[in-house]
């Protein structure tokens, strides 16, 4: 375990190397317990830095066997080797030297899962962001880059399969039942993107041919008799490096590319160059043990390890400060990518919802930090949503502030300008500002100002006069740290909503008759004008979302209802809809507080039976209109004083009200949808089963009996409408015969499928209850389960932890004593894990008394723990701060 040495790394500390180190050669003898890694680095000392300036290389619990330099071994007076950390304290006086350095490492040993390590018999590595050092002693940073020879040796029959970044250029055969293989990429690429692979897998192999025509052999190595479930990834890769082609001009660079599956892997998946290693999770379907979620998370998933292709690998982060500018980027990119492979207006709805659950609260809360950050103890508690998500949407901004065209013309330019380069979000931002001669100085905070803006809005028609005003006011609340905000650049995208439904026209500043735009909000207080409005519109604003920013935007009901059902933005209209639906379980959520019955406008209620039976839209769309704001949604928007058992209370008593509503309507509508037994994974198909899936959980709300859920169990063809019906019975029929016994038919059937169980154990990590928690303390016995797979830990505790609201906030405190116990008995083993696990504490001063001192007492008790992870302890810390 790596020991906390309360060291914080600051982003304007910033220094070159003095030596940089331009080419690499390994050499790998793979053996579980003994792997020898022999590293040849040409190392290279930078023009103006003394000839005798010692070069300092990172490790990370390394040993060191050897050390050469130009073939002669070093005199150990000469350096000095610990576990983390190589000193030759005089290089020799050459400008250019190979330095030579042998280490023994034990994979099989390796259960942070990061460096070389065993996955069920299949070596594999992950190097990002500091794994290389776990390997050999390195200048593990980003900003070096360097070409890769690599050979790999292993017994053949332990690993007939050895893949390595690059090209293959030679393979053969060893004494004594060894063989090698050889690969170089001719790419310089920082460390973390090094990769290994050796194992007995079985490919799935095709050939895709460039737009300049150059053919690429690609392959999908999974277990053996696990072949057919990488088809849909192999179509998914393909069809994300055509549309990389198109949209982005950019074409794939190697003669290869491979993806392989592990099952031990800390996240989704890694953009080594040409050897993406994945979390299985995110590789195989069928319809049999696939969701459309499933499906869907591969297909976006693929996409975005192979568009770092391009922003990741190609051009690089200069540190770890500028972690946004591969991954916001790439985030981008792949949402743009599923918009165009499926629904725009779906994908937007489920981004948009994503954000919320995960950066918004992390934005409001004790681990909000900069899109780009300035300060880090640990760099893997910084593979954030505000990075990723947020950090996705500056993106999407640029887009909107910029127009497609030009936006284009930018990406461009930063690919020419900075291809092969280690840069920063300031180089980035520069190629937007000369390709659209804008000063982007104020829209560049989106970058360095930590907290969610929030928007007050309010708008006024003259009837007389025909003028529409609408009066705007920003606000960014202080996060930790940062307290002073500054006014930011906030687009609005925005459309004026006549009686008929339609956008109506207005005279914009230069008198022209516009339709629909966007406000550029820069100010703490704008008024806008429009004129030439013939009859009082409904305003729709923040169209699409074209702002990451909360709205506040007084209006009335009729108005807001009136865009629920017509606005023609289609994620406006979603929007309108969700916002009622959260008022309402904001006062019933007071009312149930009170001890009152809730009640809810008819004319609400009656708005899901509307949309459901409304044909212009897809089905996908209706289902996300269908779906009720979760318990954390309506947790986050209270804010303060949170009693999580009263929200369930209030949502249950919602979804009731609707069903009984719309109980005809919904009752005809499942019955028309009816599977026809073909499985087709694409976007429609899906969307059907979507929709019918949300009315059986109404149907089942309105039920007095498990009897529909029941027969869509047994009789489903495909894991979405097994798993929708198996969660409808547990979470709505709970502890009933019926749920307990789908329960153990399931476990039953998927007995030998780790992917499956997983969502066997997520199901009833999600029973909503205080009883769950001894339900989830039993579930770690179980003989599928284990702490050493990130999978099967996610699963079970991260799912109770992060999203059983009645359940992990157990009024008694005992919800939190259970991922104490866990988070510090996995940190023994993997920080990282424990760490990302330890972050559902995030809220805890949000929630009502009795319960914040609860969690408090228990981040207080792992903070007092002695032996912590770095990992572990940063986030613990920060989040009691
Ligand atoms: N770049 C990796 C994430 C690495 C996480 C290291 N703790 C996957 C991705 O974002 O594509
Ligand atoms: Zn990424």
Redesign the pocket.
């Given at each position: 375990m790596r020991t906390d040495t309360g060291q914080v790394f600051l982003l304007e500390d910033y220094r070159p190397t003095d030596y940089d180190i331009p080419e690499v050669a390994l050499v790998f003898r793979l053996d579980p317990d003994d792997t020898r890694v022999a590293a040849k680095l040409t190392v290279a000392r930078r023009e103006n830095v003394a000839a005798d300036t010692p070069l300092v290389l990172d490790g990370d619990g390394l040993m060191l066997e050897r050390l050469l330099i130009d073939g002669e071994a070093v005199d150990p007076s000469c350096y000095e080797a610990t576990e983390d950390r190589l000193t030759l304290r005089r290089p020799p006086p050459q400008a250019r030297f190979e330095l030579t350095i042998v280490t023994r490492i034990a994979p099989a040993k390796n259960q942070a899962l990061m460096g070389l390590y065993l996955s069920n018999g299949i070596y594999c590595t992950q190097c990002?962001?500091e794994g290389f050092r776990r390997i050999t002693y390195f200048h593990d940073r980003p900003d070096i880059l360097s070409t890769y020879r690599v050979r790999v040796e292993a017994r053949q029959a332990e690993a007939p399969l050895l893949l390595s970044n690059g090209n293959p250029v030679d393979k053969g055969e060893l004494e004594d039942g060894w063989h090698y293989a050889v690969w170089y990429d001719p790419f310089p690429k920082p460390s973390y993107l090094f990769a290994l692979v050796a194992g007995n897998l079985s490919g799935v192999r095709e050939r895709f041919v460039t737009a300049s025509g150059r053919p690429v052999a690609l392959g999908i190595y999974v277990e053996h008799g696990k072949e057919a479930r990488a088809t849909y990834a192999m179509d998914a890769l393909k069809r994300s490096m055509r549309w990389d082609e198109e949209r982005f001009g950019r074409e794939y660079d190697l003669d290869v590319f491979n993806i392989v599956a592990v099952s031990d892997f800390?996240?989704?998946?890694?953009?080594n160059k040409g050897l993406n290693i994945f979390n299985d999770k995110y590789v195989l379907a069928d319809p049999e043990t696939a969701t459309d979620l499933d499906y869907a998370n591969i297909e976006a998933i693929i996409a975005?390890?192979y568009f770092?292709n391009w922003t990741g690998n190609r051009i690089t982060c200069r540190d770890w400060f500028q972690l946004c500018l591969k991954?916001g980027l790439?985030v981008f990119r792949d949402h743009e990518f599923s918009a165009d492979q499926r629904s725009r207006a779906v994908k937007r709805i489920a981004e948009v919802r994503t954000l919320r659950a995960h950066q918004f609260p992390e934005d409001q809360g004790p681990l909000a930090h900069p899109v780009r950050p300035r300060r880090y103890r640990e760099i893997?508690n910084f593979?954030t949503a505000t990075v990723?998500e947020k950090g996705s949407e500056v993106v999407r901004m640029l887009h909107t502030v910029l127009g497609d065209e030009t936006f284009r013309a930018a990406m461009d330019l930063y690919f020419a300008r900075h291809d092969g380069q280690a840069v920063t979000i300031e180089d980035f931002l520069r190629c937007f500002e000369d390709a659209s001669d804008q000063d982007l100085s104020q829209f560049a905070l989106w970058y360095h100002q930590a907290g969610t803006p929030n928007v007050a809005a309010s708008s006024h028609y003259d009837a007389k006069a025909r003028e529409l005003t609408l009066e705007l006011e920003q606000s960014v609340p202080a996060t930790p740290s940062e307290t002073r905000k500054r006014l930011m650049h906030i687009p609005l995208a925005f459309g004026l909503v006549g009686a008929d439904g339609q956008d109506m026209d207005f005279q914009d500043a230069e008198g022209a008759r516009v339709r629909d735009g966007v406000i550029h909000l820069r100010k703490r207080r704008q008024v806008v004008r429009f004129k030439g409005v013939e009859t009082r519109p409904a305003v729709s604003l923040n169209r699409g979302f074209s702002a990451p920013v909360t709205l506040s935007f007084e209006m009335s009901r009729q108005d807001r209802l009136f865009l629920a059902r017509n606005d023609s933005d289609l994620f406006s209209r979603w929007q309108a809809l969700n916002t009622l639906f959260t008022e309402a379980l904001i006062d019933a959520t007071a009312s149930v507080r009170g001890g009152k019955e809730p009640d809810f406008d008819p004319v609400l209620l009656a708005c899901p039976g509307e949309i459901a039976a409304e044909d212009g839209l897809k089905e996908a769309y209706r289902a996300l209109a269908l779906t009720l704001p979760a318990e954390a949604d309506i947790a986050r928007e209270i804010g303060r004083n949170i009693d999580p058992d009263a929200i369930a209370a209030a949502r249950n008593a919602l979804r009731e009200a609707i069903a009984k509503t719309a109980a005809r309507i919904f009752e005809k509508l499942y019955g028309n949808l009816t599977d026809s037994g073909f499985f087709s994974p694409d976007a429609q198909s899906a969307g059907r089963r979507a929709l019918r899936n949300v009315l059986l959980e109404y149907l089942a709300a309105g039920a007095a009996d498990p009897a529909l859920a029941t027969r869509q169990f047994k009789t489903a063809h495909n894991m979405t409408d097994r798993a929708a019906a198996l969660t409808v019975l547990a979470h709505q029929f709970s502890r009933t015969e019926a749920a307990e016994e789908a329960l153990s038919t399931f476990e039953e059937t998927y007995r030998g499928e780790p992917l499956v169980l997983d969502k066997w154990f997520a199901v009833q990590a999600l029973i909503p209850g205080p009883d769950t928690l001894e339900r989830v303390r039993r579930l770690t016995g179980h003989s599928a389960f284990s702490l050493t797979n990130p999978n099967r830990v996610r699963s079970l505790v991260g799912t109770f932890a992060s999203s059983n609201q009645s359940g992990f906030h157990r009024a008694d405190g005992a919800g939190y004593r259970l991922l104490a116990d866990t988070v510090l008995q996995l940190d023994r083993h993997n920080p990282?894990v424990a760490a990302r696990l330890a972050v559902a504490f995030r809220s805890w001063r949000s929630l009502e008394q009795g319960r914040r001192e609860e969690a408090r007492k228990t981040l207080a008790r792992i903070a007092e723990e002695k032996r912590l992870s770095r990992d572990l302890r940063d986030i613990v810390e920060r989040t009691l701060a």
């Open positions: 990002e962001a800390n996240m989704g998946a890694m953009e975005h390890e770092h991954e790439t893997n593979y990723y990282q």
